[in-house]
């Protein structure tokens, strides 16, 4: 496993991204509703790994000691036929988890919710790291590896950690496999939490955020397309280029945590004289 590096990017931002942050700040002025889009590379600046697959958290070209790909292992299939398999890659991704703290930026989107009528987060992210922070609306679509529950009857749990897991953990109540909360690959999305979201998508949005994700999935993109297509602010916080670098109004070239606090910071000088 290899987590992409973020350690070369400067701390300091450039010219063009003091400009963009500049402009985000005027733009939420006049913003009631606010989305935030968050992937893998929100959670780097609280020393998570930025894998990609499950909860934009975990891929890796390589096999596994079993010979199959972490995308094999990973899967509903896998799950159902060797959920011992499943559970072991599931348990080095929630190592990988532990102790993570939100960072900066996780509190800042927290922080909006007291200034805007309504700040909500899509995130592909299954740390659990937007709701410690505080945000109010969230919409894990990948879920939360620390949401534990059973394959065959209604117990569930919240978990810190998975120590003391067997391999696989059985249900105290009926025995039965236990599962993390969470989209495996080949599963589908919770279609409570799509509702969710496109009741939300339609109320629209006066800026939309895409912060740390490389936006291959169409959930993903669309709401900023779709802001986009109503006029509205779209805004790219990435170190990297991706697919929509191109497309939104705002390309902020930096770390969430370190965008998201200029922007509050300019956002907070000027709240306090209207
Ligand atoms: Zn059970």
Redesign the pocket.
């Known amino acids: 496993m290899e987590p992409t590096s973020s350690s070369s990017i400067p701390v300091e931002l450039s010219e063009d991204d003091l400009r963009g942050v500049e402009r985000v700040v005027q733009r939420l002025r006049r913003a009631r509703r606010v989305l935030a889009v968050t992937g893998a590379g929100m959670s780097a600046d609280s020393g998570m790994p930025t894998y990609r697959g499950v909860g934009g958290l975990y891929r890796s070209e390589r096999p596994t000691a079993h010979g199959f790909s972490i995308e094999e292992v990973l899967s509903g299939p896998m799950f159902r036929e060797r959920p011992e398999l499943t559970w072991n890659y599931l348990k080095e991704i929630e190592r990988a988890c532990r102790g993570a703290r939100p960072n900066r930026g996780h509190r800042v989107l927290a922080e909006m919710d007291g200034y805007f009528d309504s700040v909500w987060v899509l995130t592909q992210n299954v740390d659990g790291l937007h709701g410690a922070a505080g945000s109010r609306h969230v919409l894990d679509v990948h879920g939360d590896l620390h949401e534990i529950l ?1 394959t ?2 209604d ?1 569930r749990t919240r978990v810190e950690t998975y120590d003391g897991f067997a391999d696989p953990p059985y ?1 105290p ?4 496999v236990l599962r993390p909360d969470v989209v495996l690959f080949g599963e589908s999305l919770d279609p409570r939490k799509i509702r969710q979201l496109e009741i939300e998508l339609v109320r629209g949005f006066d800026v939309v955020f895409s912060i740390g994700t490389s936006s291959l999935f169409d959930y993903i993109v669309a709401p900023l397309r779709m802001a986009q297509a109503a006029g509205k602010t779209t805004v790219e916080v990435n170190p990297d280029f991706t697919a929509m670098s191109g497309l939104v109004e705002v390309k902020i070239r930096a770390r969430a945590a370190i965008a998201l606090d200029r922007i509050w910071e300019g956002h907070l000088e000027w709240w306090p004289h209207t």
Not at 173 to 176: F, G, Q, W, Y
């Open positions: 059973c065959h009857c117990y249900c109540s009926c025995r039965s």
